[in-house]
Structure formats: structure tokens, C-alpha cells
């Protein structure tokens, strides 16, 4: 007598583009960066003196939304747009 094991169908990975879109415009997070990192990864932003400690928010895609210069500053932006804050390891 033969058994067949019935088995969930699996689900598509997802694509890059579906992966960035989690979150999207739900979830941000904070990262410090060196002004000059800011200079020289958004062209279009004003230019910063360098050797200063820049925070970033950013989208869940990775997508820049605001620069401060503290940390307080872009989560008080993230709470004003009703972004959820996750935290990076």
C-alpha cells in the first residue's frame, strides 16, 4: 500500500522589488551617518560641513525622508508621519 503526503503548495520568494515594498510607507528607521557620506550619497542636499555626526531617516525601501542633526529629531519626524520606528542590527 503506496501513503501520499499532501504538502501546502510553497509560496513564491519575493521578488526584489516586492521585498523593498514592505513596510512601505508604514515602517522607518534612524541611521547616523558622517556628513561626508551625506554629500557624497545625496548630491541634491545642501552642502554640510564635514567631520559632523548627521542622522538619517529613512523608508522601509531604504528611500532617505529626512536629515537631522539628532537622533530625537528624525524620530520626532517619524511620529509626526505616523511611521512605525524598527530598530537595525
Excluded: W
Aim: hydrophobic content about 45%; proline content about 8%; overall charge negative.
Amino acid at each position: 500500500m503506496e501513503m501520499k503526503i499532501a504538502t501546502e503548495p510553497k509560496e513564491a520568494p519575493l521578488t526584489a522589488e516586492q521585498f523593498a515594498q514592505l513596510g512601505d510607507g508604514l515602517i522607518a528607521y534612524v541611521r547616523p551617518m558622517r556628513s561626508e557620506d551625506v554629500n557624497r550619497l545625496y548630491p541634491h542636499a545642501p552642502q554640510i560641513a564635514p567631520g559632523l555626526t548627521i542622522f538619517a531617516l529613512f523608508g522601509a525601501d531604504g528611500a532617505p525622508i529626512v536629515l537631522a542633526d539628532s537622533e530625537e529629531g528624525c524620530i520626532g519626524n517619524a511620529r509626526e508621519n505616523h511611521l512605525q520606528m524598527v530598530s537595525l542590527h
